[in-house]
T-cell receptor
Framework: DGGITQSPKYLFRKEGQNVTLSCEQN?????MYWYRQDPGQGLRLIYY???????QKGDIAEGYSVSREKKESFPLTVTSAQKNPTAFYLC????????????FGAGTRLSVL | QKEVEQNSGPLSVPEGAIASLNCTYS??????FFWYRQYSGKSPELIMS????GDKEDGRFTAQLNKASQYVSLLIRDSQPSDSATYLC?????????????FGSGTRLQVQP
């Protein structure tokens, strides 16, 4: 089945620790995105990538880093510089042209210990 | 100033009634508009997309777009308790080089049995 797989489902971070959230897709989509959702809020864009080896900062990139070494994979690292990382993190993908219909993974819920 | 505005709700309707959800956006040259449904603790799923003025119907759902007034709405006919969720409005950007969407904070719909 085609889709977007995010792992882990739940993640706990200790103070000063970097953690990496995984996002893999087998939809053959070129574009991938990371969003953050806080309780009762909409989605805010962290980073996005339209092609392999290229990515752009979104609205709230500080404290996060990404890589795009393969078309299928777009991991997000939450660094120790992100002081308030507790949130629901969503990965999405879309085709590079035409209407920007985005499909989402199941999400990773990150909490701070 | 928020770019995409939605009433947070909750919007409460009885089973079988029509639910009307509204969204306004600030970027006058936005080109694409989406409605996502998000159940509590889950990721958003696309239910409707609309790109030109007027109505678009899909089963019990009708999306309405008025670019002159900068609003988009979603009507749900014969509302069911299973429709109880948060509905996110998303708008495609003016800058076609940036392939991300701007999301509203969502309207929570409660369908009373």
């Amino acid at each position: 089945d085609g889709g977007i797989t995010q792992s882990p489902k739940y993640l706990f971070r200790k103070e000063g620790q970097n953690v990496t959230l995984s996002c893999e897709q087998n939809l053959n989509h070129d574009a991938m995105y990371w969003y953050r959702q806080d309780p009762g809020q909409g989605l805010r864009l962290i980073y996005y990538s339209q092609i392999v080896n290229d990515f752009q900062k979104g609205d709230i990139a500080e404290g996060y880093s990404v890589s795009r070494e393969k078309k299928e994979s777009f991991p997000l690292t939450v660094t120790s510089a992100q002081k308030n990382p507790t949130a629901f993190y969503l990965c999405a993908s879309s085709l590079p042209s035409g209407p920007n219909i985005q499909y989402f993974g199941a999400g990773t819920r990150l909490s701070v210990l | 100033q928020k770019e995409v505005e939605q009433n947070s709700g909750p919007l409460s309707v009885p089973e079988g009634a029509i639910a009307s959800l509204n969204c306004t956006y600030s970027d006058r040259v936005s080109q694409s508009f989406f409605w996502y449904r998000q159940y509590s603790g889950k990721s958003p799923e696309l239910i409707m997309s609309i790109y030109s003025n007027g109505d678009k119907e899909d089963g019990r759902f009708t999306a309405q777009l008025n670019k002159a007034s900068q609003y988009v709405s979603l009507l749900i006919r014969d509302s069911q308790p299973s429709d109880s969720a948060t509905y996110l409005c998303a708008v495609g950007p003016r800058d076609t080089g940036r392939r991300a969407l701007t999301f509203g904070s969502g309207t929570r719909l409660q369908v009373q049995p």
